[in-house]
């Protein structure tokens, strides 16, 4: 994910990338971000924590705890620390960072190709802070919306883990244009692109999904036996409780972190 981020503001908002400080515990993963972004990507913190503005806590939940002493009391006063961990909450971050700006973000890969969607929530004294510039930096890599923390949970199950969803569809999709004779390369794009086509379609209409399937369904047509398969399938169920299963999973994750 700060791959994705990184992608994001290099690539898609044009950010200086000798003006971004990567910390990692693997020599190798730095030399990677290195070559690939030109980004200052070093073991361990050390050299910069006390000098940038915007720190970016971006590790797996298990390895939170050591990353937040590691910069304890080290960062500049009036830095802001965002964290994308899925499941830590403002709460336990003000514990160990009382006096920062705060912003818990759950942004999703699709960053790194300029079509991402972060959605954030902010402690009181990032509430008073110009929080511009960072949801520029969340913006380069796509949509980003300010919502309340509670709602975070349901966040990661949908849009954190969303993009494994639509691959998933793609995926599935291609298979069967692959199975009625499609080579596979051209039915992954027919599949790629056609579910691209329709949430573009949603996103610029501003109609409700529902409404806008109604007008691909003509009365015993191709689209209305295909939809009635799926539901046979109970495919919308599924996708469902797929977004339900990963909520409680995000919770799980933050009682333990």
């Known amino acids: 994910m700060a791959a994705a981020m990184i992608a994001g503001m290099t690539e898609k908002w044009g950010l200086d990338p000798t003006h971004i400080y990567v910390s990692d515990h693997k020599e190798a993963r730095c030399r990677e971000l290195y070559d690939r972004y030109r980004v200052r990507a070093e073991v361990g913190a050390d050299t ?27 960062m500049k006063s009036n830095a802001v620390l965002v964290s994308i961990v899925a499941g830590l909450s403002l709460a336990k971050l003000a514990e160990v960072f009382p006096d920062h700006p705060l ?61 494994a969803y639509g691959f998933l569809m793609i995926e599935a999709l291609a298979d069967g244009g692959v199975m009625m ?35 691909v369904m003509s009365p015993a047509g191709t689209t209305a036996a295909g939809v009635q398969a799926l539901e046979k399938r109970s495919v919308r169920g599924a996708l469902i409780d797929a977004v339900l299963v990963a909520t409680e999973r995000s919770k799980t994750l933050g009682e333990k972190t």
């Open 48 to 74: 910069f924590i006390g000098q940038v503005d915007i720190v970016v806590l971006a590790v797996k939940p298990s390895g939170a705890v050591m990353a937040m002493e590691e910069i304890k009391g080290r």
């Open 181 to 215: 004779g499609l080579p596979r390369p051209t039915a992954t794009m027919l599949a790629a692109q056609t579910l691209l086509g329709a949430a573009r379609m949603v996103l610029t209409t501003g109609e409700a999904p529902a409404v806008l399937k109604e007008q």
């Open 103 to 163: 912003v818990r973000v759950m942004p999703n890969t699709p960053l790194a190709v300029g079509e991402g969607m972060s959605a954030y929530a902010l402690n009181d004294r990032a509430e008073q802070t110009d929080m511009s510039f960072v949801c520029g930096l969340l913006a380069a890599g796509g949509r980003v919306v300010k919502i309340k923390e509670e709602w975070m949970d349901a966040v990661t199950g949908l849009s954190g883990s969303g993009p």
